[in-house]
């Protein structure tokens, strides 16, 4: 298990109550949360969260409608200074 810190970004991939996509939700978000639709709704928020911390640590969670985590995603930050 990760111990979130000063330095993991969390993320929450939701469904929208209007059955049009899912919320991207997190802190490290400008205005706190994305819409995201189409086909594959779920696989751009996760890869929008994890190119959004690319020298920081992410977790990005995915729940199902009824509130239960069904994924979950892990980013080890890569990107190293010279």
């Not at 949360?33 to 959004?52: E, I, Q, S």
Request: no cysteine; aromatic share 12%; net charge negative.
């Amino acid at each position: 298990m990760t111990v979130a810190t000063d330095k993991m970004h969390v993320y929450e991939v939701r469904p929208r109550n209007d059955h049009r996509g899912v919320d991207l939700i997190s802190d490290a978000l400008p205005f706190g949360w994305l819409w995201y639709g189409g086909p594959d709704a779920v696989g751009n928020a996760v890869d929008y969260a994890k190119f959004r911390s690319p020298s920081d640590d992410a977790m990005v969670r995915v729940y199902d409608s009824a509130g239960n985590v069904i994924e979950t995603h892990a980013h080890a930050g890569e990107f190293k200074e010279w």
